[in-house]
Nanobody, 130 residues
Framework: QVRLVESGGGSEGGLVQTGDSLRLSCAAL????????MAWFRQAPGKERQFVAA????????YYADSVKGRFTISRDNAENTMYLRMNSLKSEDTAVYYC???????????????????WGQGTQVTVSS
């Protein structure tokens, strides 16, 4: 069974203060996604799921939403079949459930589209308190 399992780095399950840093991990189980794009999306209460960042398997090109550019860094360790999201200078508007996604090899114009990914994790809550 193919699964993506997210985990957060906060001492209280992802509850941090404004300005803090946090690292999320996404472990892929059941198959390798080394050649595929992987991405992070997030969904705040009452809002649609939105793109955060993506990284290609081949070439390791990275893509970011404007709202996180310069603060978040996406990376992956193909040997461990794991993807990461380092989040610095967190803001209250970063509060959301964060989902990792994987699969397919979208063209650049589709890298931020939900439909470009066919495997999804269960989500992990990140709460930034001011």
């Amino acid at each position: 069974q193919v699964r993506l399992v997210e985990s957060g780095g906060g001492s209280e399950g992802g509850l941090v203060q404004t300005g803090d840093s946090l690292r999320l991990s996404c472990a892929a189980l059941g198959r390798s996604f080394n050649s595929d794009a992987m991405a992070w999306f997030r969904q705040a209460p009452g809002k649609e799921r939105q793109f955060v960042a993506a990284i290609r398997g081949i070439g390791r090109d990275t893509y970011y939403a404007d709202s996180v550019k310069g603060r978040f860094t996406i990376s992956r360790d193909n040997a461990e079949n794991t993807m990461y999201l380092r989040m610095n200078s967190l803001k209250s508007e970063d509060t959301a459930v964060y989902y990792c996604a994987a699969g397919r090899r979208p063209i650049s114009s589709q890298i931020a589209a939900l439909s470009s990914y066919n495997y999804w994790g269960q989500g992990t809550q990140v709460t930034v308190s001011s």
